[in-house]
């Protein structure tokens, strides 16, 4: 059992940043391929950003390349999203995710994630 705790969301006006946090239990962290998910109100859970257990691969969704960038502290079982020129569209609650079967590959498929925290809730304002 996996359990994933996000964290960092708030409220944050049209083109400023956040960072969100994913504390991540298990000791094997680093074999894990995270993900970042967002669902806004009346919408499906849409992929934003993956990352291999290693961290050093990591790939985006179109919608969000060259202003979000996903990185983990294995050290630390911790994943992060930083969110920089936010816009109201990237309003949403925010869900990190963890695949625990196939280590250390980018899974951008919401349905092969095992495990899934409870959400953080960002706003951006215009």
């Known amino acids: 059992q996996v359990q994933l705790v996000e964290s960092g969301g708030g409220l944050v006006q049209a083109g400023g940043s956040l960072r969100l946090s994913c504390a991540a239990s298990?000791?094997?962290?680093?074999?894990?391929?995270m993900g970042w998910f967002r669902q806004a109100p009346g919408k499906e859970r849409e992929f934003v950003a993956a990352?291999?257990?290693?961290?050093?691969?990591?790939y985006n969704a179109d919608s969000v390349k060259g202003r979000f960038t996903i990185s983990r502290d294995n050290a630390k079982n911790t994943l992060y999203l930083q969110m920089n020129s936010l816009k109201p569209e990237d309003t949403a609650v925010y869900y990190c995710?963890?695949?625990?079967?196939?280590?250390?590959?980018?899974?951008?498929?919401?349905?092969?994630?095992?495990?899934w925290g409870q959400g953080t809730q960002v706003t951006v304002s215009s």
């Open positions: 990352t291999s257990g290693s961290g050093r691969s990591t």
């Open positions: 298990g000791r094997t962290f680093s074999t894990y391929s």
């Open positions: 995710a963890a695949d625990v079967t196939v280590p250390n590959i980018l899974v951008t498929r919401r349905g092969q994630y095992d495990y």
